[in-house]
């Protein structure tokens, strides 16, 4: 078991790679009663076309399978498994991202039998056409309640007008229509080529023993049977630099009008610490363009084109990526063309020096310090990182690194007009007055 | 867990030294009365004060100031329990510990009595452009609630079941008050808040509670106060109709239902009502996602909840809206089974362990810390988790039946997608 120490954060973090791959942190947390764990798959729903574990050609698969397997998970032969948890006083939840499957509970007392019941039933599948069927109705369901939420439409609308080929533009959870198409077969070919311990990470953090709870997993582990690791095809399309649709508009019940600018980073195939080092730097240049303290934050406030529902948000993964900059507001011509226009001018003409860096900079390491206080953020985001070959902990040391210089570069790489493009939604028009 | 000293009557500091997390947390909470006219004007207020003072006229000026404090975060927010209306002002900052700089602390602290004292005045009102400003924030603030239509239900539903009942009375107020809200008004309203209001402070982190307490003495100067008559007995009267029906352009359809308890967070009976709540429907284990969720595969959402302060139970599905019918009849079957006792340990062991869990998890958050004392002050002084979780613990499922007897469906409330829509 390997130990790093985090001494200017307080930390300490233990670290063992299992004899099947699976990859193992624990991370205890003074005076904390409670402990959060996380069991996550490099899986989520952009993998939809691979060439499944053991045979030679690339199959795609419905849309919305990897959500449809995450709530099949749950089902056992013997029973729900969320019983088990609430037995042993454990919440349990899991959630589907673009890029990860996670399983995950916390719980305040019997620790070790909660790992247990997350180790053995992510590690069990059991799929029967009888239980897919049934779980259709209530994905269908899901499906309609995010259909009805304006926020989640206009964050995949400007995702569909960005990204032409690529699979982050089909909802996380597909369609009413997509999901009718899973079988149980499926969710087994999904499973064995994505489930291999040595495609997942457990997190473990909080009031936690390290040297017994990593034993215990060790234990655990060694009694299963696996087939050696191999390396997985994922299969992703060409995908152009610039954005598929320039502008798109959408009608629904709101009260007023929402519009998200969405521009498509450059590069698109980092990892690892020139990821860690592009994420930052853009996210550093994004908050002193859009942030609170702008100047454009402060005249379209003033101006009512923004509201407190205001956002804007750089976040980057292998393949896909997106700068956001929205609100809801009665002009949205106007916050879209101003927000353009304050992107245009930064490209022309840099307007940022080593204060307005220093400041941000401070921001952003308050930030992270306050996040360390959640177990939630500390599991989510170190599973996160590892998966893009970043560790969590260079955050700091990171950010005190970036330069003016590289603020720019990443910015002028998130920024051209070719990237850019605008998605509202408008209340529905009055029919006749 | 909180170290209290009084500082002025109806003034109270709340300490909790502790080495748990990497930040310092505030939390200065003004209590009033709640009317949907104080709720208006006192969110005009927090945004107000938030947005603009003497030293920082401008919002970007103070956000500059807090990015320099390490992002320290600060917001004022309104909220209401019972018939309370809180006004908190909520700071979060990383302890210098973690810093190459120190004194960040006292600045912040400086920053706080500044946002408090200091507003940004013209001609002894505040600033006439942050004030219609803000007012405008306020309203559109209330005005989104429309969008996210499980809320909306929620409000709908609230409004014509309890109309001007603190239980319906939303904490940011209504369009119609906030509209009405002068500047004289804000700036009575203001002093009031200072002046009349019963004060709750509280600090969680590593710092001496003498350090907090003795600034807060030297700068906030808050005289005595009397405190505010003890609230009466809210009464629920029932709803002029027991079924409504609306429509909107949307797809779901959302089913919200109210129950009437006599049971309230002073009764005795308070923790047997909060694990009757859980066994039915607060959890993945409990009979409401059990048998509309996972055997009738009807829903994705379907849970209760209980409004403690007054007695409240609602129900929450999201449905396909030809279903209602079906789901309000499967629905009663389970509440019926709560009623005629039929409960197994199983359920009821589960129920009193994720209700354990939730409290000691929410203890491992600062602000957790500071809301549960907060609200829980008033059955246990001081308030100690465990006094909570032995009354659980000897909870049966005899006394779960009998709360349960006890509730009457009073309004079903139904909100689905306009095609649904009756042609008269």
């Known amino acids: 078991m390997n130990k790093v120490q985090f001494e200017q954060l307080d930390e300490t973090l233990y670290q063992e790679k299992l004899p099947n791959g699976l990859q193992v942190y624990i991370l205890p947390k003074k005076g904390f009663s409670k402990t959060f764990a996380t069991f996550t798959t490099k899986y989520g729903s952009i993998d939809n076309h691979f060439v499944p574990l053991g045979e030679e050609q690339p199959i795609k698969v419905p849309d919305g399978i990897a959500h449809f397997l995450e709530h099949k998970m749950f089902e056992k032969e013997e029973g729900d498994i969320f019983q088990q948890f609430s037995k042993q006083g454990a919440a349990a939840n899991a959630f589907t991202s673009f890029t990860r499957t996670a399983y995950l509970f916390s719980a305040t007392g019997q620790i070790q039998e909660n790992v247990e019941t997350l180790l053995d ?136 009008p929402k519009v998200f600018v969405g521009i498509k980073p450059e590069k698109l195939d980092l990892s690892g610490s020139e990821m860690l080092k592009h994420e930052l730097s853009a996210q550093l240049a994004y908050e002193l363009l859009f942030g609170r303290t702008s100047d454009f934050y402060h005249n379209a406030y003033e101006s009512d084109w923004i509201d407190e529902s205001y956002s804007f948000d750089y976040s980057l993964e292998n393949g896909f990526g997106y700068a956001l900059i929205g609100s809801d507001t009665n002009e949205p011509e106007t916050l879209a063309h101003e927000v353009l226009e304050t992107v245009r001018k930064a490209k022309e003409k840099w307007p940022f020096g080593q204060d307005d860096l220093d400041r941000v900079r401070r921001k952003k390491i308050g930030f992270f310090l306050r996040a360390l206080n959640s177990p939630e953020y500390i599991a989510n985001q170190f599973t996160r990182y590892a998966f893009n070959d970043m560790n969590l902990f260079d955050v700091v040391p990171m950010l005190e690194e970036i330069e003016v210089a590289d603020l720019q570069e990443a910015f002028q790489s998130v920024s051209d007009e070719s990237q850019q493009s605008i998605f509202s939604i408008i209340p529905p028009k009055k029919e006749s007055e | 867990m909180f170290h209290t000293r009084n500082i002025a009557k109806g003034v109270n500091v709340h300490v909790n030294e502790t080495t748990q997390f990497k930040t310092i947390n505030f939390s200065v909470k003004f209590k009033d009365k709640l009317t949907k006219e104080k709720a208006s004007a006192r969110s005009i207020l927090a945004n107000v004060l938030q947005h603009s003072n003497e030293v920082y006229p401008s919002h970007t000026a103070l956000r500059m100031v807090l990015d320099d404090l390490y992002g320290t975060s ?162 629920l009267t029932k709803p002029k109709q027991p079924r409504v029906a609306e429509y909107e352009d949307m797809k779901q359809g959302k089913l919200h239902m109210t129950f009437f308890s006599p049971v309230t967070f002073k009764d005795e009976k308070f923790p047997v009502m909060q694990l009757m709540n859980g066994v039915l429907g607060g959890y993945a284990h409990s009979k409401l996602f059990v048998n509309i969720r996972e055997k009738e595969s009807m829903a994705y959402y379907v849970s209760s909840s209980y409004a403690s302060q007054f007695g409240l139970l609602f129900i929450l599905a999201g449905i396909d809206s030809k279903l209602e019918e079906k789901a309000v009849t499967l629905i009663l079957e389970q509440v019926e089974e709560m009623k005629k006792g039929n409960i197994t340990d199983v359920e009821l062991d589960q129920t009193k362990a994720l209700l354990t869990n939730q409290l000691k998890e929410a203890l491992d958050s600062a602000r957790g810390q500071i809301d549960i004392y907060d609200q829980y002050t008033e059955l246990f002084d001081p308030f100690e988790p465990e006094q909570m979780i032995n009354q659980w613990r000897e909870v049966t499922k005899e006394q779960l039946a009998e709360v349960a007897q006890k509730l009457s469906l009073e309004m079903t409330y139904f909100l689905s997608g306009k095609e649904d829509e009756p042609n008269e």
């Open chain 1, 121 to 256: 039933f992510v590690q069990s599948p059991y799929f029967t056409e009888k239980t897919v069927e049934k779980e259709k109705g209530i994905i269908a369901q899901e499906i309609t309640m995010y259909d009805d939420q304006p926020d989640w439409r206009l964050y995949f609308g400007i995702i569909e007008n960005l990204y032409k080929n690529h699979p982050v533009k089909i909802d996380i959870a597909g369609t009413v229509e997509s999901i009718q198409e899973i079988t149980a077969e499926h969710l087994y070919t999904c499973y064995n080529t994505f489930y291999h311990p040595s495609n997942m990470v457990l997190f473990i953090v909080g009031a936690v023993d390290p040297d017994s709870m990593m034993e215990f997993v060790r234990q655990n582990q060694g009694q299963k049977t696996f087939d050696e690791p191999e390396e997985i095809v994922r299969i992703y399309p060409e995908e152009p630099m610039e954005a598929a649709i320039k502008q798109r508009t959408l009608e629904m019940s709101v009260q007023k």
């Open chain 2, 74 to 235: 600060l917001y004022i927010d309104s909220t209401k329990r019972g018939n309370e209306h809180i006004v908190s002002l909520n700071v979060e900052t990383v302890n210098d510990q973690y810093l190459s700089e120190e004194g960040v602390l006292e600045k912040v602290m400086n920053l706080m009595y500044i946002v408090l004292f200091k507003p940004n005045l013209e001609n002894g009102l505040f600033k006439e452009s942050v004030f219609t400003r803000e007012k405008n924030a306020v309203k559109q603030r209330i005005e989104s609630i429309f969008d996210e239509k499980t809320r909306y239900a929620q409000q709908r539903m609230l409004d014509l079941a309890l109309p001007d009942h603190p239980a319906s009375i939303p904490a940011n107020g209504t369009i119609e008050e906030v509209e009405k809200v002068t500047n004289q008004q804000l700036m009575d309203e203001y002093r009031a808040m200072l002046e009349t209001n019963e004060v709750e402070i509280y600090a969680v982190g590593d710092i001496q509670s003498e350090t907090i307490a003795s600034f807060i003495e030297d700068y906030f100067h808050f005289k005595d106060r009397e405190k505010a008559i003890d609230a009466p007995a809210l009464e």
